[in-house]
């Protein structure tokens, strides 16, 4: 893809994501096949607790209510304005309570090289 890309709130779409797909959604607006270094995308968390193991170096951006990120015993409670830094390998649980959040990640081609690997 070459060219400025203009993802339209109006036009987004979130699909499930993580084990409580009810309570958490994601969209993903910047992926593979349109960069060769970063990935990008909204995501939604309400009342849930998401487990993950970054593959990838993450930042995330609180836009909406409160983001919860749990980093073993370590808690970083986030409002709109506040800015994560994770880095690869990180194992966390995503959680939020009427939370949005924009996250940006890279490599954007983790999910491949993690199966070479």
Known sequence: MTGVAHFKSSE????????DSGRATISRLVGPES???MGAGIARFDDCSIAWTVLYDELIVTL???FRLRVGDEVFDTVP???LWVPKGT???Y???RATVFYALAPVDWRTREIRA
Not at 12 to 19: H, I, L, N, V
Request: glycine share 18%; proline share 4%; hydrophobic share 20%.
């Open 12 to 19: 987004r779409s979130f699909e499930p994501y993580g084990d």
């Open 35 to 37: 960069s060769k270094t």
């Open 64 to 66: 909406e209510g409160k």
């Open 81 to 83: 304005g506040d800015v």
């Open 91 to 93: 194992a966390l649980a």
């Open 95 to 97: 959680e939020g309570e």
